[in-house]
C-alpha cells in the first residue's frame, strides 16, 4: 500500500491526512483523522459533459455507517443502512454549500463528492472533518476547483471562553452551551455558516468568526502544502460557445428591454415573460438556420448573465432593487394567531411580501417523541419543527409529498430557531411538533415559517421565553468598498445576489443562523454590518407578531391533551408496569391514561378528560406508603372476632383489633361494626416485610362510638 501522512494542529488536537491507495479509481481521495474520527472523502468527474444540461451537476452525499460508532443498529429485520437520516441529509447540505461556490457553474460534466464515516469517537465531530476531507480530495484531484477551503467548529459552552472544536457532550447538551457555529470560509473570507444560538450578541457572533477564521487559515496552509507536493494537473474542460449571431439577436431585440422588465415593481412578471419571449425567439431565429442546433444554455445563460449585471449594478451604484424598495426596507407584513379550525392547538399565518406560511401546532405526550436512533448517539426529541414546499407555492407542478434535502434543512433551521426559546420539559412536558406549509414563495420561506410558527406556539399556549423572528439578508458584492447588503430579499435577488444570509432571533439577541453564498467568500465585515442591519428588520417583524399576540394564552386548547406528572420511587416502577407489562395495560384500559415511565421514577400521564386524574389516583394508591400517625378513612371489609379488616384504598388493607376500636371494652365486634361501614383509622405500626399495617379507630376519633352505658 502506498501510503503519505500530513498533520497539522488544530484547536489542540492533531488533524492527519492519510493519502493511499485505498481508493485509487476515484479523481481525488484522502482519509482525514482527527482524534478517533475518521473519514473518506473521494471525488469523481464524468468524462463527458451532458450538452444543453443548463446548470452545473454536482452531487454530495455524505455516508453514515453504523460500524463506524462500533454498534449494530437499525430494527431487528432489518440491519443495513437505508436512506439517508435527517442528521446525514443536513451534514450533506453543509459540504455542498460550502464547495459548490469554487466550482465553476458553467462546468456541464457531472462531478460527485462522497464522504463515507469509517469511524467516530465520542468528541470529535465528523462534519468538520468531512467539509476538510472533500476539500483536500477535491484539491489533490484533477478537477477544476478554486479551493481549498476550511472548517472549525467554534463556540461558547461551559464558560465565556471561545472554543474551537469542542467535544460532542458540550455542543449536544442544550443547557451547556451560549452558541455554536459551523464556519467555512477560504482567505479570510466566510462562505458558509450553520448556528444555533441562546439568544447571542451580533458582537458575540462576529468574535467567533473572526477565531473561526484564525483556525481556518492554518487549514488552509495545510492543504496547500500538500497540494504542491502531490495535487495533479486539472483537467481542461471545454465551455460551450455562445454564437455571435446569438449574441447580436439579443442585443438587438432583448437587451434594450430587460431593465424596464427587471425593474417594473412588486408582483411583476414581466421579467419572466421577457425570459420566455427570448427562449422562443431564439429557438426560431436558428430552426431554419441550423437545424440541428438543439443546445441552447448558453443562450440561456447570456440571458441570466444579462439580468445579474443589471441587478448589480443598479444596487451597488444608484440603490435601485427589482420592486422599488430601500435597501433596508421590508416588504409589508400580515400576521394572524389561530382563527383557522379549533381541531388545531395552534395555528399562525405569516406575510412578508409574496412569501406566505401556514404553521400548525400539535402537542402530544411523552410517548409521541420522536427517537433518533442514529450512528452518532440514541436519543429522544420533544420537540420537531417539519417544513413543506409543495409545487404550488411556486406555481408549478411537481411531485408532491416527497421530502427533499432542501426542505429538511429549511425545517432543521427553523427547529434550530425555535429551540432556544421553549420551556424546560419540568415546565412543559408536552412533545411539540410543527409543521410550517409554503403556500406561496417570493423569497425566504425558511424565515417566514419561523415567524408563522411562533404565531402558532404563542396561540397554542406554549409558553415560550420570547417571540423569535427570521430574516434574509442579501448581497450585491464588486469589491470591500463597492457593495451593498439588501434586507428581505426576494426571488430575483435570492437568485442573483451574492448570498442569503438567514439570520433569527428574539429582540435579545440571535438564536440561528444559516449563510449560503455564491462568491467564493465574505468578508467578516460585511457579515457583520449585515447582522446589524438584520436586527433592526427583524424587531420590526416582532412588532407585528406582538401586536396580533402579545404573549402565549393563558391555557393550551382544549383539544390537547391533558399531561399530569406524578413521582414514584425507582424501586416501585416494577409493581406498576407488572408481569410482562400487565399491569401498566390495566390502567391503561381502565383509564383511557397514556402512561410512560422514566427510569428515574417520574410517571407522566396522558390523555383527554379526567383520563390522567383517574390514572394518577390508582397509581398513586398503588405506590403509596403508609407511616405511623397518618390518619384516612376506609372501609370495613371483613369483620372477626379478634377485629376488623379496614380496605385503604383499591391495594391495601390493615387490620383494627379488638381493643382499638372504641374507648369502651367491645364484647363483640359485629355488634358495632358492619361490612361497608365508613371508619376513620389511624395507622399504628406498619410491617413492611410481612405487608401488614395496624391500625386504630378510637386513636382517630375518640367519639365515632359512643358508650351504651
Known amino acids: 500500500m502506498q501510503k503519505k501522512e500530513y498533520s497539522v494542529e488544530i484547536g489542540g488536537k ?133 479551493g481549498p477551503v476550511g472548517s472549525v467548529r467554534v463556540g461558547k459552552y461551559e464558560d465565556d471562553a471561545l472554543m474551537i472544536n469542542a467535544s460532542r457532550k458540550l455542543r449536544t447538551e442544550d443547557w451547556m452551551y451560549k452558541f455554536d457555529l459551523i464556519v467555512c470560509g477560504k482567505t479570510g473570507n466566510i462562505n458558509m455558516i450553520e448556528a444555533s444560538a441562546h439568544e447571542e450578541s451580533e458582537d458575540g457572533l462576529k468574535e467567533a468568526l473572526e477565531s473561526a477564521s484564525a483556525e481556518i ?164 426529541r420533544r420537540f420537531m419543527h417539519h417544513y413543506n414546499f409543495p409545487p404550488y407555492s411556486s406555481g408549478e407542478t411537481g411531485r408532491a409529498g416527497f421530502t427533499n434535502r432542501r426542505e429538511i434543512g429549511h425545517g432543521a433551521l427553523a427547529e434550530k430557531a425555535l429551540a432556544m426559546v421553549l420551556p424546560c420539559i419540568e415546565d412543559f412536558p408536552y412533545t411539540i411538533r410543527l409543521v410550517s406549509e409554503s403556500t406561496a414563495s417570493n423569497g425566504s420561506t425558511s424565515q417566514a415559517s419561523i415567524c408563522a410558527s411562533t404565531l402558532a406556539l404563542m396561540d397554542g399556549g406554549v409558553p415560550i421565553k420570547a417571540p423569535v423572528a427570521g430574516v434574509a439578508m442579501g448581497l450585491m458584492y464588486e469589491n470591500d468598498s463597492r457593495y451593498k447588503i439588501l434586507t428581505d430579499i426576494q426571488g430575483p435577488e435570492d437568485h442573483h445576489g451574492d448570498m442569503d444570509f438567514k439570520i433569527a432571533g428574539t429582540r435579545t439577541g440571535v438564536t440561528a443562523i444559516q449563510l449560503d453564498v455564491k462568491v467564493e467568500g465574505v468578508p467578516i465585515k460585511i457579515l457583520y454590518e449585515a447582522m446589524l442591519q438584520s436586527k433592526k428588520a427583524r424587531l420590526a417583524i416582532l412588532d407585528q407578531i406582538e401586536k396580533e399576540i402579545p404573549v402565549p394564552r393563558k391555557e393550551i386548547s382544549p383539544n390537547a391533551p391533558k399531561i399530569m406528572i406524578i413521582q414514584i420511587k425507582p424501586e416501585q416502577i416494577g409493581m406498576i408496569i407488572g408481569s410482562g407489562g400487565k399491569t401498566v395495560k390495566e390502567i391503561r384500559e381502565k383509564t383511557g391514561a397514556e402512561i410512560t415511565i422514566e427510569d428515574d421514577g417520574k410517571v407522566y400521564l396522558t390523555g383527554k378528560g379526567d383520563a390522567p386524574e383517574k390514572a394518577k389516583k390508582i397509581i398513586e394508591e398503588m405506590t403509596h406508603e403508609f407511616r405511623p400517625g397518618e390518619t384516612l378513612k376506609g372501609e370495613v371489609v371483613r369483620v372477626a372476632d379478634f377485629g376488623a379488616f379496614i380496605r385503604l384504598n383499591e391495594f391495601t388493607d390493615g387490620m383494627v383489633h379488638v381493643s382499638e376500636i372504641a374507648p369502651f371494652r367491645v364484647e363483640r365486634v359485629s355488634d358495632i361494626l358492619k361490612v361497608g361501614m365508613m371508619v376513620p383509622v389511624k395507622v399504628l405500626r406498619v410491617d413492611s416485610e410481612q405487608g401488614k399495617i395496624a391500625l386504630s379507630i378510637k386513636a382517630a376519633d375518640q367519639n365515632f362510638f359512643k358508650s351504651p352505658v
Not at 473518506?40 to 451537476?57: I, Q, V
Not at 431585440?253 to 419571449?277: C, Q, S, V, W, Y
Not at 448589480?312 to 435601485?320: M, Q, S
Open 217 to 380: 487559515s492554518k487549514l488552509e496552509e495545510f492543504q496547500k502544502k500538500i497540494i504542491k507536493e502531490i495535487g495533479r494537473q486539472k483537467r481542461v474542460l471545454t465551455k460551450e460557445i455562445l454564437p455571435e449571431e446569438s449574441k447580436k439577436v439579443f442585443e438587438e431585440k432583448i437587451m434594450p428591454r430587460m431593465e424596464k422588465a427587471i425593474f417594473a415593481g412588486p408582483g411583476k412578471k414581466e421579467i419572466d415573460e421577457l425570459h420566455t419571449e427570448w427562449n422562443k425567439l431564439i429557438r426560431e431565429y436558428w430552426q431554419d438556420k441550423s437545424p440541428n442546433k438543439t443546445d441552447f444554455s448558453p443562450e440561456d445563460d447570456l440571458f441570466d448573465e444579462a439580468e445579474n449585471d443589471l441587478i448589480h449594478k443598479k444596487a451597488i451604484e444608484e440603490g435601485k432593487r427589482a420592486d422599488g424598495r430601500g435597501m433596508d426596507e421590508l416588504r409589508p407584513l400580515y400576521a394572524q394567531a389561530g382563527g383557522v379550525s379549533a381541531i388545531l392547538h395552534g395555528s399562525g399565518i405569516f406575510y412578508r411580501g409574496g412569501t406566505h406560511v401556514f404553521s400548525a401546532l400539535t402537542l402530544g405526550g411523552p410517548e409521541d417523541r420522536y427517537l433518533v436512533d442514529g450512528m452518532e448517539e440514541k436519543i429522544e
Open 14 to 146: 492533531t488533524m492527519t491526512a492519510i493519502f493511499t491507495d485505498l481508493a485509487e479509481q476515484a479523481s481525488g481521495s484522502v482519509l482525514l483523522k482527527y482524534g478517533e474520527s475518521i473519514v473518506l472523502a473521494t471525488c469523481c468527474m464524468s468524462k463527458d459533459p451532458a450538452p444543453g444540461l443548463g446548470y452545473f451537476n454536482l452531487t454530495v452525499d455524505y455516508l453514515e455507517k453504523f460500524y463506524a460508532s462500533g454498534k449494530i443498529l437499525g430494527s431487528r429485520f432489518v440491519r443495513r443502512e437505508g436512506k439517508p437520516s435527517q442528521e446525514a441529509v443536513l451534514a450533506a447540505r453543509v459540504i455542498d454549500r460550502t464547495l459548490r461556490p469554487l466550482f465553476d457553474q458553467s462546468i456541464r460534466h457531472a462531478v460527485q463528492v462522497i464522504v463515507t464515516v469509517i469511524s467516530i469517537d465520542e468528541d470529535n465531530d465528523p462534519v468538520t472533518l468531512g467539509v476538510n476531507a472533500a476539500s483536500l480530495a477535491l484539491s489533490v484531484s484533477d478537477i477544476p476547483w478554486n
